[in-house]
């Protein structure tokens, strides 16, 4: 079976600094990476997904992704965070299961922006 | 014009009772899916259905009964709630089942048993 650790379990930052959160998986032959985010008291939101090609992988509001194969890795970072970007941000990996997808995900990590 | 609603946001209730969460999608997805989030925000999904049919079911206990009556709907049934059931549940749909797909989630009930 698949998994994922999420190295930090809280990262606080400066708004206007860069932040990265940080993502391992399990090594399997094939892998589907995403990271959801989720607002307080809300359900998860895609912010992007890893399936194949350019391991450099754009999502939603300013975040982006670097796949890692050698490290196993799925990194989440963004240039420059704002107050809005408090939330906490979940990586998961896909396999599949019984022919249907189950996402596993790690334990999350808390992004707290700090004026 | 909600994607994926659920009822009742909140949801408190004694120990023993039986109670039902609903979950409606209105994007035309086939797949549905319940997930547990306990109070450490760990995420875990607890079932599955393509097109009515359960596809995964995560060694959850008998006392959780899901039900689709159609595509559109994922119902949640639990019997003598214990303690530990109290969670956050979402419920969660896609197009699909192949292992690329984004899943939409609900806003979650909270669950607390008492």
């Known amino acids: 079976a698949q998994s994922v650790t999420q190295l930090d379990s809280q990262v606080p930052v400066f708004e206007e600094a860069p932040v990265e959160l940080r993502c391992n998986y399990s090594?399997?032959?094939?892998?589907?990476l995403f990271w959801y985010v989720q607002y307080p008291n809300q359900g998860l939101q895609l912010l992007l997904k890893?399936?194949?090609?350019?391991?450099l992988v754009k999502g939603i509001n300013g975040f982006e992704a670097e796949f890692n194969k050698s490290q196993t890795s799925f990194h989440l970072r963004k240039p420059s965070v704002h107050i809005s970007d408090t939330a906490e941000y979940f990586c998961?990996?896909?396999?599949?299961?019984?022919?249907?997808?189950?996402?596993?995900f790690g334990q999350g990590t808390r992004l707290t922006i700090n004026p | 014009d909600t994607a994926v609603s659920q009822t009742p946001k909140y949801l408190v209730t004694q120990m023993g009772n039986d109670k039902s969460i609903k979950c409606e999608q209105n994007?035309?997805?086939?797949?549905m899916y319940w997930y547990k989030q306990d109070s450490k925000k760990f995420l875990k999904i607890m079932f599955s259905?393509?097109?009515?049919?359960?596809?995964i079911n995560e060694t959850v206990p008998n006392r959780f009964s899901p039900k689709s009556p159609d595509k559109a709907h994922l119902n949640l049934h639990i019997n003598s709630l214990e303690l530990g059931d109290s969670a956050v549940y979402f419920c969660?749909?896609?197009?699909?089942?192949?292992?690329?797909?984004?899943?939409?989630f609900g806003p979650g009930t909270r669950l607390t048993v008492l």
């Open positions: 969660a749909s896609s197009q699909g089942t192949g292992p690329g797909g984004e899943q939409f």
């Open positions: 090594s399997s032959v094939s892998v589907y």
């Open positions: 890893y399936l194949s090609g350019s391991t």
């Open positions: 998961a990996v896909s396999e599949i299961i019984q022919g249907a997808q189950k996402l596993v």
């Open positions: 994007l035309g997805h086939d797949t």
């Open positions: 259905y393509n097109n009515k049919e359960l596809i």
